[in-house]
């Protein structure tokens, strides 16, 4: 999930290639039963090729299967071949773990405790022990819970491969950054009150590749305004991979084989949780609580690109917790307060707004030509993509959602405070 806490239309085929490769998501196939390995999806940005998803459901609607899910968890469900996999927490945090459920039937696989955690750090009542999403792949999953442990599971026997439990980082308010996977390099993110950093690992021993300390100025001596939870975005851009990672004063762009330095924004902000959006020739960040909040900047440049590189900025219901989704030249995303936006991508032009109420912390997901939203007390609107609102549906489940969705063979994988649902046609 997303989490923080309140304290130009190319007709020409020559033209499209050439847009293509000068600003690119890192390539996966896309097909209607792909994987979901990661935080918002193959590609990073909450879009599906699914067809047919159901527009309407309910807990008497719809619902392929509903399972019950022990712990307090915020973290989205991610999916490779039939298994679905989640990362759970006891509240108080001294037993964090993992738990597998078969995407056809919903029973669970496996349920294991990783790590006992004697003195936890304090969490928020609103974030929990278990916030960051997992990244999965074939025959491996990776599991982050911040300071208190990073580790590697087998998905076939649930059995740890390697742990990780000694990068310092006072999360002050409990973790919820994502890992990510790059090549053969595990990604993880630390942006404390304390120390901000990144640090890689070799996915296969979990050692120490690089690690690189942020060396952000901040505008202010209250560290509660150095921290960030948010997730990395890797975009090829001219050529070369970028690493494009927010945090708190700054968004900074990595070599992600190296660590090394490519171009920073002074964008200044707080609590940075939503994962960087490309497109256009632009990337899309937030920063969230404070500073330029939505902006749009060309990744073209090196250093500090904050005068020369801003392309647009926008300020009016941008979210703190939820990430956007970019559908064609809009930009679509729901306020903490519920508040729908349209943006154009390229201008940053509002073009429309909606207020549904709120409130909303998970991340969208795109499909079908349709948005699905997901709120804190289990309300779900779909709206069109379009230039104007159209609500579709509002549907509602128990509980209430703090983790983003999944896709699996044109269904949807939701993960409530409670349970696990698949929606899917019957």
Not at 52 to 61: D, I, K, N
Not at 255 to 277: C, D, F, K, Y
Not at 330 to 353: H, P, T, Y
Request: charged share 15%; net charge neutral; with cysteine.
């Amino acid at each position: 999930m997303t989490f923080v806490f309140p304290s130009i239309r190319h007709t020409a085929a020559s033209r499209l290639c050439l847009l293509l490769m000068m600003l690119s998501r890192v390539a996966v196939p896309v097909s209607a039963s792909e994987n979901w390995p990661q935080f918002r999806g193959p590609r990073g940005d909450g879009q599906s090729p699914a067809q047919g998803l159901p527009v309407t459901f309910g807990e008497a609607e719809n619902v392929l299967w509903k399972t019950p899910v022990h712990g307090k968890a915020w973290s989205s469900p991610v999916v490779w071949d039939q298994q679905i996999w989640m990362t759970t927490a006891t509240p108080d945090g001294k037993e964090l773990g993992a738990i597998c459920v078969d995407a056809e039937t919903g029973k669970i696989l496996h349920d294991v405790v990783v790590f006992r955690i004697a003195d936890p750090q304090f969490c928020h009542p609103m974030n929990s022990y278990g916030t960051s999403t997992p990244m999965i792949e074939k025959g491996r999953i990776y599991l982050h819970f911040g300071v208190h442990g990073t580790a590697c599971l087998d998905t076939t026997t649930a059995k740890t491969l390697w742990t990780r439990q000694d990068f310092p980082c006072n999360h002050f308010r409990g973790p919820a950054s994502s890992p990510i996977v790059v090549g053969e390099l595990l990604i993880l993110t630390f942006d404390g009150i304390d120390v901000h950093y990144l640090v890689a690992l070799d996915k296969i021993t979990g050692k120490t590749a690089w690690k690189r300390d942020r060396n952000i100025v901040y505008d202010t001596t209250d560290n509660d305004y150095h921290k960030a939870y948010s997730t990395p975005a890797v975009l090829t851009i001219n050529g070369q991979m970028q690493l494009v990672s927010p945090s708190a004063g700054a968004t900074i762009a990595y070599v992600p084989q190296t660590g090394e330095e490519i171009w920073r924004v002074r964008s200044g902000g707080m609590n940075a949780a939503a994962l960087p959006l490309c497109g256009h020739g632009l990337v899309y960040v937030t920063s969230a609580a404070g500073g330029f909040q939505l902006f749009a900047v060309r990744p073209d440049g090196r250093g500090d690109v904050t005068d020369t590189h801003v392309a647009w900025k926008f300020s009016k219901n941008v979210p703190t917790r939820s990430s956007q989704i970019l559908a064609g030249e809009r930009l679509f995303m729901i306020s903490d307060a519920g508040v729908i936006s349209c943006v154009n991508a390229k201008s940053g032009e509002c073009l429309w707004q909606k207020r549904l109420g709120g409130p909303f912390s998970a991340s969208p997901l795109c499909a079908d030509g349709r948005i699905y939203f997901f709120g804190e007390q289990g309300t779900i609107p779909v709206v069109a993509v379009a230039d104007e609102y159209k609500l579709l549906a509002t549907n509602q489940l128990d509980a209430g959602f703090m983790a983003s969705p999944a896709v699996y063979n044109n269904s949807l994988i939701l993960r409530s405070r409670t349970h696990l649902y698949r929606i899917g046609k019957k």
